[in-house]
């Protein structure tokens, strides 16, 4: 396979979970917040094909052995159930499959409040995406100015931006966090959130990337061709644009990549700190940090597949960036 | 209750107990001595039990210990003149054998065992009893236990009578004035006269000392402490107790504590059969635990609800002198009795039991729990969940719905946010499930969970919050317990702490009530006066209760004479009689 083969498969899978993550309310049978107080952590429903007598039906359905008689339920699909917002938008009620009442369908089983943790899955990637990438994304940026001037200036500008970078690895955030909690007012809605975990975790991220980058930049002006172009009359801003920082795609790549499943946990650190998504609102760190309860790890294996399923979609995400890495470097030369 | 204990029996038995086993030392001086006879099933001496604990002591020092690790070692090294029992509930005598209470209530007179020592051979006497009083109430040392010693706003005077009698006087009659001394360690004044009188005594026992530096009447004393991993007791040859076949207690050659920071990892060690007792853990982890308990050689224990409440409650203080508009608007739907009535009324008190506790707890209506035997009002009413009922209070009080949003009669939406603490996990789902009850009422809430310090600082003094879920565990069962609490001037008054006169009609019966039974030495009578709080409690709804969670416990059976109970320590109160086989 190509790196070419191997960006465009990567770039098809994360479109396609983009998308299911994007129509969560259609693909999920359930609303994030709603709860069935019977069915605390039930395990995951088995569909079936075959009945008893072993007949083979087109349609899935589901047994509800929990009741005094075991009831069958049927797989419907487009039906019509809990309200929800395509993209936080339109307004729409139909989703993908559900079930009769009262019968339930948890793909993923349930959590402590007999939560569909499927839907919960869905919905949770919407913030957690999100947030994940948008302040990936800041980290990064600033991470590349500050280490782009900081390599190619040298000199006193180093120093200052990079003695000020060491400062800003240095501080105690978990100090720092609990006096912005304790600034905020209590109230903080769901947009106001979001900002605040995409400005917390870009802004606390952005020493690291911009120290790597100054390492290559470094490399990069001293090498032949921009010496040359130098020579040649170029401005700074021509050679920044031109010749140095294409060097630095790769570094940034990685560390794009690497950073987003970070910030996908960290999340896990600010709810506790009142910082982060709250309840019922889902997560996926919020998801996560439920497996760090024993009782959880030893009990109710269906809790680790949020955990399990996250594991490909990062891996997709590094092949991507790989990909494009290698890709990168066949052009350059 | 009765007024006058004696304890006779011991001094028959002293001479019996005095031949078995005790070093030559002790026996010259035991020979008259006043022993107390434990009933039980006699055990094996020798041996070690080995219990965690969340973490390591901060001090050794009874009079300075705040924290619950450092108190649970204390225990078992330093003794009480009255105690507590567990068990019953009821006090017992401990270090004095008797005690007179003068007509008026306000004179206790005690009898101390005679003949006791030390961990370190050191006799002990009405000097020590006067000297550990002089140091709890002394200001400058600010002990935990001083507030509680300060009755009728003047603390206890205490008077050696002769060698063996003190006399302690109160400014007021005191109905629970024999729980007073319970958890009150008696301080060798040979060893920490000198380091009190020299201004040193912040400083004295702490762990960086020597183990012979220390020394108690508890039924062990300090063997080694090596930081980071564990203190050892050793078995006090001096103790002053026996069991029914005159063998001297306590049984156990030694306890260790190992530090283990989290309640996981305690299940784990005490799974895996590292550790011989275990308690304070949740519902959740007492599942895991049961699946095995058939093969593991341990047991589990379910004592029932304890003396923890677990509530609801909104700001109700006086916000004046506050910069804080939005709050002081919502009190006027959080000061309306109706709009908590519907609010209690919508809570599903069963669905939290079964979700948070896993069915291991109890619903309560008011402050007292059904653990509680002795105070427990048995007529307050248990009204089922309904969102109708609270439907209608909410109508009756001029609110509305708008697209299915509840409206205030001014047109404003209800909304509000609960503030927990985020290291309390069951108080956090507790808080999420109130969330999806009352939005079947059209009211939005916002759960926050804090770092418990910020939380509390803004229940306590910030006054910056709107709704909280909280817990109390009442040190003992008797409501003097709870003054704090109940008193509108009290710090514990959550809804609104501190008052300089009660703000309500009902605060102000709650007071009176709260003093009188203070006062009130017939038991009858209190309980009456404390029947009418918890009415109070239950009809005015400052806190609504939601739920008591049972006691858990757990032992590997090789231990004999466990026997837990709800107050605590709920495990090892009576370690002075636990053995290994």
Known sequence: ?333 | MGRTHIWAKCAALGLAVACLGAPTKARAGQASDDRMVLEGVPGHAGGRLVVALRSEPKTLNPVLAVDEPSREVIRCLSADLIHINRASLKTEPALAKSWNVSRDGRQYTLQLRRGLRFSDGAPFDADDVVFSFQVYLDEKIDSTQRDLLVVGGKPITVVKVDQYTVRFEMAQPYAAAGRLFDGVAILPRHLLEASYKGGGFSEAWNLSMAANQFAGLGPFRLKEYVPGQQVTLERNPYYWKADRAGNPLPYLGEVMFLFVPSEDAQVIRFQAGDTDALSRFSSENFAVLQKQQGTKGYHLDDLGPGLEYNFLFFNLNDLGAKNLPEIAKKQSWFQDLRFRQAVSAAIDRDGIVRLVYGGRATAIWDQVTPGNKLWVDDKIAHPKRSVERARELLQSAGYSWKNGALVDPRGKAVEFSILTSASNAQRTKIATIIQDDLSQLGITVQVVPLDFHAMVDRLQSSYNYEAAVMGLVSGDADPTSEMNVWLSNGETHLWHPNQAKPATPWESEMDGLMEKQLVTLDYAKRKQLYDRVQEIVAEELPVICLVSPNILVGAANRVGNFRPAILVPYALWNIDQLYVQ
């Not at chain 1, 400062?167 to 609990?178: D, E, K, S, V």
């Not at chain 1, 990337?209 to 470094?218: E, K, M, Q, S």
Request: aromatic share 14%.
């Open chain 1, 1 to 333: 396979m190509t790196h070419r083969q191997k960006l465009v498969g990567a770039l098809v899978l994360l479109a396609a979970f983009q998308f299911l993550i994007l129509f969560a309310g259609f693909f999920a049978p359930y609303g994030f917040a709603a709860q069935d107080r019977e069915q605390p952590f039930a395990a995951p429903t088995t569909v079936h094909f075959w009945d008893t007598q072993g007949h083979f039906h087109l349609r899935p359905f589901i047994v509800d052995s929990e009741s005094s008689e075991a009831r069958v339920y049927p797989v419907r699909f487009f039906v019509s159930g809990t309200p929800y917002k395509i993209a936080g938008i339109i307004p729409a009620q139909v989703h993908l499959f559900g079930v009769e009442q009262p019968g339930r369908i948890f793909l993923m089983g349930s959590d402590a409040y007999g939560r569909d943790q499927f839907s919960r899955f869905l919905f949770g990637g919407q913030s957690s995406m999100l947030a994940g990438l948008i302040a990936a994304l800041l980290s990064v940026s600033i991470g590349i100015l500050v280490g782009g001037i900081a390599g190619y200036y040298g000199g006193w500008v180093d120093e200052l931006l990079m003695r000020g970078g060491e400062l800003f690895l240095a501080l105690p955030w978990l100090y720092l966090l609990f006096a912005v909690r304790a600034a905020l007012p209590l109230h903080i809605s769901q947009w106001e959130v979001f900002l605040l975990l995409v400005s917390v975790m870009g802004l606390i991220g952005w020493a690291r990337p911009a120290r790597l980058i100054r390492g290559v930049v470094l490399s990069a002006k001293q090498r032949n061709f921009v010496v040359a172009a130098r020579g040649f009359g170029a401005s700074d801003a021509y050679l920044l644009r031109r010749h140095v920082l294409p060097q630095t795609y790769g570094v940034l790549l990685t560390q794009m990549t690497l950073l987003i499943p970070q910030y996908v946990l960290a999340e896990v650190t600010l709810t506790f700190l009142g910082l982060g998504v709250g309840e019922p609102l889902p997560s996926w760190g919020t998801q996560l940090a439920s497996l760090q309860q024993f009782y959880v790890l030893s009990s109710y294996w269906w809790m680790f597949l949020p955990a399990l399923l996250l594991i490909p979609l990062f891996l997709v995400f590094y092949a991507a960036a790989d990909a494009l890495q290698e890709i990168h470097k066949t052009v350059a030369l």
